[in-house]
């Protein structure tokens, strides 16, 4: 196991400790799940799309949650008939729990059921207030106007 010793960029970045903590997750890797499968899109600069494989399940047995900056979607399947013998069983029914790590401001915006995939649709919403935005320098006369005038006005007065 490597560990990797991050100090060195608390001392040049500012507001990142939380990619930092998630630097620090995936060192300490966990086995990720391999059922379902999934497919993560990007289709345009802010728009993402999550498919996952969920031959079976139906709308009622899926759930998807967003909290914060996760995504969680489970299933769970219902009962299933009592008088039903199955000679081979090939088509997993087992519970599922997935988990996205969604970066600020990656919101669902919807999600369907089509042809066994679940589809979910993600896109990145940043506030106005957050976008780049020019910062005016004033001159450090404690916010007092600086009047120019204009040179014809003073040819005219001579």
């Given at each position: ?15 990142f ?7 620090d ?35 009622d ?7 914060e900056?996760?995504?969680l979607?489970?299933?769970q ?32 915006t ?22 780049p ?15 120019e005038?204009d ?8």
């Amino acid at each position: 196991m490597r560990t990797f010793d991050l100090s060195p960029l608390y001392r040049s970045t500012v507001g990142f400790d939380r990619l930092f903590d998630m630097i620090d997750q995936t060192a300490r890797v966990e086995p990720l799940p391999n059922w379902p499968p999934y497919n993560v899109e990007k289709s345009g600069d802010d728009h993402y799309r999550i498919t996952m494989a969920v031959a079976g399940f139906g709308p009622d047995e899926i759930e998807i949650t967003q909290k914060e900056n996760l995504l969680l979607v489970s299933g769970q399947k219902h009962a299933e008939q009592e008088n039903v013998q199955f000679l081979h069983r090939g088509i997993a029914t087992r519970a599922f729990k997935q988990t996205f790590s969604l970066a600020d401001y990656v919101n669902v915006t919807g999600a369907h059921l089509e042809n066994g995939l679940l589809i979910v649709d993600l896109v990145r919403e940043v506030p106005e207030e957050m976008k780049p935005r020019r910062i005016p320098i004033t001159n450090g006369t404690s916010g007092q106007k600086v009047i120019e005038h204009d040179k014809s006005e003073q040819n005219k007065a001579a």
